[in-house]
């Protein structure tokens, strides 16, 4: 068996970057004291969701990775002894990018990831805010343990989570801000059902730990629903947040259970890539 515990922190956001950094300090090290190996921030952690708004500066929420947010995220990882992902707005020269961060317990920069994926909807006018993922899809090691770092959007691409997958991911953390927006019509029906119901199904049919942490209260004309939560390679929610708790997600797992269902079901060696050629087209 091979097991990790992880942690996820669900946050309201608030105005106040300092204040919102201090208190995701906080519950980073009590999700540590209660066993916490690995520890997964929210999406755009330390700012408000930006982007459900037009025409901000971008210069007053984004960050160099060797700025102030990173370097108390990398000092909070070494005084916790905690391995922490941390997403932020990024800014390298003259670009922009929604960044996943990931920083081992001895407080050193295991690489980023860049969103690959980015919408571009009433309430979230990502594409006037964030340039495409460049780096590709990554895999990092801590403890002997593989995962993936997708972000938010990256979510509904089925692709994303199987090259994950095949790159040898063991969980897939997805930081997210995502939300129902207030007087909007959805005919589509219930957001956050789809919104969990997709990610379960990337477990089951790669046979992987899927963790996706959301925020909670209300900003602007979005409330964002929370629960986040942690579910495991049969599509079974383990663990789930509230709707608008300030809460840490902490669950061990067992990631022995991967293979059991790999092995079992098939969904990997079973894969049929040259039939596959049509998903590369437009």
Same mark, same amino acid.
């Given at each position: 068996?091979?097991?990790?515990?992880?942690? &996820?922190?669900?946050?309201?956001?608030?105005?106040?970057?300092?204040?919102?950094?201090?208190?995701?300090?906080?519950?980073?090290?009590?999700?540590?004291?209660?066993?916490?190996?690995?520890? *997964? &921030?929210?999406? &755009?952690?330390?700012? @408000?969701?930006?982007?459900?708004?037009?025409?901000?500066?971008?210069?007053?929420?984004?960050?160099?990775?060797?700025?102030?947010?990173?370097?108390?995220?990398?000092?909070? *990882?070494?005084?916790?002894?905690?391995?922490?992902?941390? !997403?932020?707005?990024?800014?390298?020269?003259?670009?922009?990018?929604?960044?996943?961060?990931?920083?081992?317990?001895?407080?050193?920069?295991?690489?980023?990831?860049?969103?690959?994926?980015?919408?571009?909807? !009433?309430?979230?006018?990502?594409?006037?805010?964030?340039?495409?993922?460049?780096?590709?899809?990554?895999?990092?090691?801590?403890?002997?343990?593989?995962?993936?770092?997708?972000?938010?959007?990256?979510?509904?691409?089925?692709?994303?989570?199987?090259?994950?997958? &095949?790159?040898? *991911?063991?969980?897939?953390?997805? @930081?997210?801000?995502?939300?129902?927006?207030?007087?909007?019509?959805? !005919?589509?029906?219930?957001?956050?059902?789809?919104?969990?119901?997709?990610?379960?199904?990337?477990?089951?049919?790669?046979?992987?730990?899927?963790?996706?942490?959301?925020?909670?209260?209300?900003?602007?004309?979005?409330?964002?629903?929370?629960?986040?939560?942690?579910?495991?390679?049969?599509?079974?929610?383990?663990?789930?947040?509230?709707?608008?708790?300030?809460?840490?997600?902490?669950?061990?797992?067992?990631?022995?259970?991967?293979?059991?269902?790999?092995?079992?079901?098939?969904?990997?060696?079973?894969?049929? !890539?040259?039939?596959?050629?049509?998903?590369?087209?437009?």
């Amino acid at each position: 068996m091979k097991f990790i515990t992880i942690g &996820l922190v669900q946050t309201k956001v608030s105005d106040n970057v300092a204040a919102n950094i201090e208190k995701t300090i906080k519950l980073i090290g009590q999700a540590a004291k209660k066993g916490a190996k690995i520890v *997964a &921030l929210q999406e &755009l952690f330390q700012t @408000p969701y930006f982007p459900q708004w037009e025409h901000k500066n971008k210069d007053d929420y984004a960050e160099n990775i060797l700025g102030s947010t990173i370097g108390m995220m990398r000092e909070t *990882a070494i005084k916790f002894g905690v391995a922490i992902i941390v !997403p932020f707005y990024e800014k390298i020269k003259d670009k922009y990018f929604n960044t996943a961060v990931v920083i081992d317990k001895k407080g050193r920069l295991l690489g980023q990831y860049h969103k690959m994926h980015i919408p571009h909807d !009433p309430g979230f006018y990502e594409k006037e805010y964030f340039e495409h993922g460049d780096l590709g899809y990554k895999i990092f090691t801590i403890d002997g343990v593989k995962f993936a770092t997708l972000i938010c959007y990256d979510q509904w691409f089925p692709e994303a989570a199987r090259v994950a997958k &095949l790159a040898g *991911a063991e969980i897939i953390f997805y @930081p997210t801000a995502i939300g129902n927006i207030l007087g909007s019509n959805t !005919p589509e029906g219930d957001w956050h059902d789809a919104w969990e119901t997709v990610q379960r199904g990337h477990a089951i049919a790669n046979n992987i730990y899927i963790a996706a942490i959301n925020r909670v209260g209300r900003e602007g004309q979005t409330l964002f629903f929370g629960q986040s939560f942690i579910s495991d390679p049969f599509g079974k929610i383990i663990k789930r947040g509230s709707k608008n708790k300030e809460e840490i997600i902490l669950a061990k797992l067992d990631l022995s259970r991967n293979k059991l269902y790999e092995e079992g079901w098939g969904f990997i060696h079973n894969r049929r !890539p040259d039939t596959y050629r049509k998903i590369l087209g437009k």
